[in-house]
């Protein structure tokens, strides 16, 4: 079992940056690829990046790549997701997930646990 609290969300103008962070607990952790999605209002919920357990394979939405940079501390329990150049279609709610091995399943959506989300909200 596996429990997933984000932090950092919050007001930003456009081109600004923000630092997303995912504490998990629970002994498993290292062991679960970790990826980013999040929900605008009135859409669906979408993939933002992803990490496999070891942090040495990434995946990116191309509408953040170059801008975005997921990264993790197994020691810590943390997964973090840098977020710079801000524009405000990147505002959401941005959720934490852990999903299964290979780290290309949490990309394609198939995710164990879920965090309860953070807004962002950036601001033109």
């Known amino acids: 079992q596996v429990q997933l609290v984000e932090s950092g969300g919050g007001l930003v103008q456009a081109g600004g940056s923000l630092r997303l962070s995912c504490a998990a607990s629970?002994?498993?952790?290292?062991?679960?690829?970790m990826g980013w999605f999040r929900q605008a209002p009135g859409k669906e919920r979408e993939f933002v990046a992803a990490?496999?357990?070891?942090?040495?394979?990434?995946y990116y939405a191309d509408s953040v790549k170059g801008r975005f940079t997921i990264s993790r501390d197994n020691a810590k329990n943390t997964a973090h997701l840098q977020m710079n150049m801000l524009r405000p279609e990147d505002t959401a709610v941005y959720y934490c997930?852990?999903?299964?091995?290979?780290?290309?399943?949490?990309?394609?959506?198939?995710?164990?646990?879920w965090g309860q989300g953070t807004q962002v909200t950036v601001s033109s």
């Open positions: 997930a852990a999903g299964g091995t290979p780290a290309r399943t949490v990309r394609d959506g198939k995710i164990d646990y």
């Open positions: 629970g002994r498993t952790f290292s062991s679960h690829p």
């Open positions: 990490i496999s357990w070891t942090g040495g394979i990434t």
